[in-house]
């Protein structure tokens, strides 16, 4: 019998004691004074953790072989001395000018030929066996001469893998490609097959001739495409697994991660996961945007779903404002404090932010610190101290899960053939697509999962699926038999319209969800940018519709009932947009446009009820978020405040209210406006 995986990240939590909470440390910034001090004040802010070295290599390995950790060893042996564990990184994340300028065939290549120079940041190749042998070397002996230190508690491999270069069109990259396509399809016909390659006289008869989909004179294979981010997503894993196993061999107990950027296409978390020890996640919501906590609540939920459930680490936020908008928001006070918690609330053991100290120089100088360019006598600094000290009131929450009812069917392979190019709308956008329906279940105020349709869905009793265009026969196959079992179903426009190689279904849309839909689409006719669709309701019992936009279509019924019906001018009235459907012991509904918010929300509470399914804390003013995590014998209810206005709420039985030293028992809880209670079940 095969053992189970050890779980690493148990040995970071039990070095932690409770939650993490600091930031990315770049002391190789500041001269020894600076240091001196920041090492006082991370005390006094209760900082556990930072991310260590992230682009350190220039300074490690000045030149080839030449290892210099005299600088690191300082900083490490004083982060051992003031109890702050080090997130240590491999510092490969930005090849040093030397390496660039001894082997320039490292640096990435574009579509179209040109050659991305040294100067930013992660300029590399993916597949560079050149890149990759110098990261592995620099990871050993990272591993190697720290491996015993006290300051390690975790392992941060790369940076953001992808999120300036995420693929590479260069020779290498292209010979990588069709290894890769080989190992995939076995022999050339498969992938003439998979690839459609009939049409535009595209037939290959030998792997030897593919490239990457290189700047071409029009639209260039879809599958081809599509095949290309896999393996480009792959290529950087890669990179990834190769310094983790060096890792490993060196620090086999280190749990190992790396930091994905919320709301990033390139790289497939999901894909990713099961090669980590503990997922983590930077999130940067824009204080200007009003929903920009739904957002951050989708990413979450989507980094969580790929962990499998398992706890995970906020390893970057923004104190306040970053530097790469165009117009860079700071956070009002409060907001940091409330966004913080609210990771933690999805299920975040740790709390941290890019970057401890604001850089004097670089291109960052004006992203916020934990500690300002004004110093630590600040607005920010005194918010982030208080955050520090309430994260430590609440160790309890480390380790919890969630446990929710509601789960959005979610993949990167749907999000990148979702849009591609010569689409019925480009309008049709994957993450709009997911926030239609996300939202007013978030507004419903139920916990929701967003999951990969491979997952185990036997936890669910309603999935989501938002314009998910890419269905393979398999999956439909399992939500099929999910809804026959008795579970609900919500499936919008444009589903299960192709396979995995973006082969369309044939036999009508969506033909592997046909029966379970009980309804067959002809045709699509999206609207115009801006042009609403009008929309009337079937019945007195039907919700009372505005308008649609974005999508229409023509549904012909076999065996739905329609709820909502276009309503012309252009078009006949019998034409369904929105049905629901018996199939099985489960209700199938479906909607054949993008209703406006209202009438959304009014058909998701419909799915929420067929389905059983119920808020969180019932009965909570809108714009409040509560959340539950379960430990073994305890859980902790979170409620955030997202409004600026204050609420009242009542709890339906006492709890602790864990942010009060004295741990007081309440029935009763008042949000100020951005406000934030964690509430323990008695016994915590
Ligand atoms: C990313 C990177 C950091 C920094 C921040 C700024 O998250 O990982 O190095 O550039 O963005 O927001």
Not at 294 to 300: F, N, P, R, V
Request: hydrophobic share 40%; aromatic share 8%.
């Amino acid at each position: 019998m095969n053992s189970p995986a050890p779980d690493r990240a148990r040995n970071l939590r039990a070095r932690l004691g409770g939650l993490g909470f600091g930031g990315d440390y770049n002391p190789e910034q500041w001269d020894a004074a600076t240091r001196a001090e920041d090492l006082h004040l991370m005390n006094e802010a209760g900082v556990n953790l930072v991310n260590l070295a992230v682009f350190a290599w220039a300074r490690v390995e000045p030149a080839r072989d030449a290892y210099d950790f005299g600088f690191f060893d300082t900083v490490m042996d004083d982060l051992a001395a003031h109890g702050i564990t080090a997130n240590l990184a491999t510092m490969t994340a930005s090849p040093p000018p030397w390496l660039a300028a001894e082997h320039p065939e490292i640096l990435p290549v574009t579509a179209s030929g040109g050659v991305l120079s040294p100067g930013g940041r992660q300029h590399f190749c993916p597949s560079s066996p050149v890149f990759r042998d110098r990261a592995v070397r620099l990871a050993e002996a990272v591993a190697a001469h720290y491996r015993d230190h006290p300051a390690l508690g975790v392992w941060h491999v790369g940076n953001e893998y992808g999120i300036h270069v995420a693929e590479c069109f260069c020779d290498t990259s292209a010979a990588d490609f069709r290894r890769w396509l080989t190992d995939r399809y076995g022999d050339i016909d498969a992938l003439n097959d998979a690839w459609s390659t009939d049409f535009w006289s595209q037939r290959y008869t030998g792997f030897d001739q593919i490239a990457p989909p290189r700047a071409a004179p029009t639209y260039p294979n879809p599958s081809q495409q599509l095949d290309f981010k896999r393996f480009s997503s792959d290529a950087l894993r890669t990179c990834f697994t190769l310094e983790r196993d060096a890792l490993r061999r060196i620090t086999p107990d280190v749990p190992v991660t790396t930091n994905f950027l919320a709301g990033h296409k390139s790289v497939d978390v999901q894909r990713w996961a099961p090669e980590m020890d503990l997922l983590a996640l930077d999130s940067y919501p824009d204080p200007h945007e009003e929903s920009a906590h739904i957002g951050a609540a989708l990413s979450y939920d989507v980094l969580r779903g790929a962990a499998d459930g398992r706890p995970w680490l906020l390893t970057e936020q923004a104190p306040s404002a970053v530097n790469w908008r165009d117009r860079n928001a700071g956070k009002s006070p409060g907001r940091m404090r409330l966004w913080s918690w609210q990771a933690v609330a999805q299920g975040a053991d740790a709390v941290m932010y890019f970057q401890w100290r604001q850089s004097r120089g670089g291109a960052e100088k004006f992203h916020s610190g934990m500690v300002p360019h004004a110093g630590a006598e600040t607005r920010v600094h005194a918010e982030v101290r208080e955050l520090g000290r309430e994260l430590a009131l609440a160790p309890e929450l480390a380790g919890t899960r969630l446990r929710n009812e509601v789960a959005i069917v979610f993949d990167w392979d749907n999000w990148w053939a979702l849009e591609l190019d010569s689409h019925p709308s480009n309008g049709v956008q994957c993450l709009d697509r997911v926030l239609d329906h996300y939202t007013p279940l978030f507004e419903a105020g139920v916990g929701i999962d967003v999951v990969h349709p491979s997952a185990d869905l036997s936890p669910y009793k309603l999935l989501v699926l938002p314009s998910h265009y890419l269905l393979s026969a398999e999956h439909a196959a399992r939500i099929a038999a999910f809804v026959a079992a008795g579970g609900g179903l919500l499936a919008s426009f444009f589903t299960g319209i192709v396979d995995e190689h973006d082969r369309v279904h044939m036999g009508g849309y969506p033909a592997p969800l046909g029966d379970v839909l009980g309804l067959r689409v002809e045709e699509f006719w999206p609207a115009a940018e801006g042009e609403t669709v009008a929309l009337r309701a079937a019945d007195a019992n039907s919700p009372a519709p505005a308008a649609g936009s974005l999508w229409r279509e023509d549904v012909k019924l076999a065996g739905a009932r329609p709820e909502l019906f276009f309503a012309g001018p252009d078009w006949d009235d019998d034409r369904p947009a929105a049905t629901v459907h018996t199939h099985g012991a489960g209700t199938a509904r479906y909607v054949a446009t993008r209703p406006d918010p209202g009438t959304m929300r009014a058909l998701v509470d419909r799915a929420l009820a067929d389905a059983g399914v119920g808020a969180v804390l019932p009965g909570l003013p809108a714009g409040v978020q509560a959340t539950l995590r379960h430990g073994a014998d305890h859980d902790v209810l979170v409620l955030l405040n997202h409004t600026e206005e204050k609420h009242e709420v009542s709890l339906p039985a006492g709890r602790l209210d864990l942010l009060d030293v004295r741990r007081p028992a309440v029935r009763h809880v008042t949000l100020a406006p951005r406000g934030v209670a964690v509430l323990g079940s008695a016994g915590t």
